[in-house]
């Protein structure tokens, strides 16, 4: 069996975030630490080289895949902030409505500016995520 490629580092937080080149996007990561900060009530923690991740959960599969993982994040990518709710988006269509202008993946939402959202919306996104994600695996702090 693999190993996951996305795994705790003890890189810092705070030197990745001052480190995004373009001082818009910087700006928004700082804001997005506030707001993962305080909905989550969990220190941030690098997971591989470029996401910021709070709270960790367990998982193990029937399959006996198991490992732990980031329960929510973010990562500052070059075109968009990446916003991670484990395991999805599923069911949170009516907050996702109130949100603003945004793409989705599976578990990936992707903002191009923090101005283009409600970001009270958002960490009641963040917020209901966590929620979800408890409800299939203990998240702890990390």
Avoid at 50 to 72: E, P
Wanted: proline content about 4%; hydrophobic content about 40%; aromatic content about 10%.
């Amino acid at each position: 069996m693999s190993a996951n490629k996305t795994v705790p580092t003890g890189a810092s937080v705070q030197a990745f975030l001052e480190a995004v080149a373009d001082p818009r996007r910087r700006a928004d990561a700082m804001a997005l630490d506030a707001i993962f900060r305080e909905t989550t009530g969990f220190s941030p923690r690098m997971w591989g080289d470029s996401i910021v991740g709070y709270g960790r959960y367990h998982y193990r599969y029937t399959t006996g895949r198991q490992a732990d993982f980031l329960a929510t994040g973010f990562s500052p990518r070059k075109t968009s902030l990446v916003v991670y709710i484990l395991p999805g988006y599923t069911g949170f269509e009516p907050i996702l409505a109130r949100l603003g202008k945004d793409k989705r993946g599976k578990s990936c939402l992707y903002i191009t500016a923090l101005s283009a959202i409600d970001t009270d919306v958002l960490a009641e996104l963040i917020a209901a995520g966590l929620a979800d994600l408890a409800t299939h695996w203990q998240v702890l702090a990390d």
